[in-house]
T-cell receptor, first 115, second 112 residues
Framework: AQSVSQHNHHVILSEAASLELGCNYS??????LFWYVQYPGQHLQLLLK??????LVKGIKGFEAEFIKSKFSFNLRKPSVQWSDTAEYFC?????????????FGGGTRLMVKP | DTGVSQNPRHKITKRGQNVTFRCDPI?????LYWYRQTLGQGPEFLTY????????KSRLLSDRFSAERPKGSFSTLEIQRTEQGDSAMYLC??????????FGQGTRLTVV
């Protein structure tokens, strides 16, 4: 069974700082990869996804992620964070062949951006 | 709002009672999923439907948990004889056969 690790549980940044959140997964086969964001009091929202093709994926709100197959990683980046990016971020993996599009989530990274 | 809708948003129940949650997916989505999320953790997959067929239920936490999607539209998740350890956020999501899943606001269950 696959697993997903998010090594940073809490990150505190000042506005305009650059962001990189780590995500590693364990699964040897083909995967689809996702980042979800959960703003305070809101539901999980899809930030970006990777299925195939260009390993650098651009999502909403200036976020991007890079799939590095050799490192089993899918790190999330943003060049300059804003206070409104304060949220919890979840990396998720769907191993092709698993139940439907069943997602395995990491434990989440709570990001706080100081104004 | 045409997103995934879950009811109720909050449920407080006494230990030993049965509870049922409802999920209305995005109308054109044929896949529906239930997840559970506890504090400080990511969502954990429970079960999924393709149309009315429940194609994966081995991840349901015990035989006290059951789910239905009788007409391939809305779904219900029932927990019988609730225990304090069942306290969590129960999330519903829906998707097409390809693409990402869209999540509802969740139902927060507290068992006292």
């Amino acid at each position: 069974a696959q697993s997903v690790s998010q090594h940073n549980h809490h990150v505190i940044l000042s506005e305009a700082a650059s962001l990189e959140l780590g995500c590693n997964y364990s699964y040897g086969g083909t995967v689809n990869l996702f980042w979800y964001v959960q703003y305070p009091g809101q539901h999980l929202q899809l930030l970006l996804k990777y299925f195939s093709g260009d390993p650098l994926v651009k999502g909403i709100k200036g976020f991007e992620a890079e799939f590095i197959k050799s490192k089993f990683s899918f790190n999330l980046r943003k060049p300059s964070v804003q206070w409104s990016d304060t949220a919890e971020y979840f990396c998720a993996v769907n191993a092709l062949g698993n139940a439907g599009n069943m997602l395995t989530f990491g434990g989440g990274t709570r990001l706080m951006v100081k104004p | 709002d045409t997103g995934v809708s879950q009811n109720p948003r909050h449920k407080i129940t006494k230990r030993g009672q049965n509870v049922t949650f409802r999920c209305d997916p995005i109308s054109e989505h044929n896949r529906l999923y239930w997840y559970r999320q506890t504090l400080g953790q990511g969502p954990e997959f429970l079960t999924y439907f393709q149309n009315e067929a429940q194609l994966e239920k081995s991840r349901l936490l015990s035989d006290r948990f059951s789910a239905e999607r009788p007409k391939g539209s809305f779904s219900t998740l029932e927990i019988q004889r609730t225990e304090q350890g069942d306290s969590a956020m129960y999330l519903c999501a829906s998707s097409l056969e390809t693409g990402g899943a869209f999540f509802g606001q969740g139902t927060r269950l507290t068992v006292v």
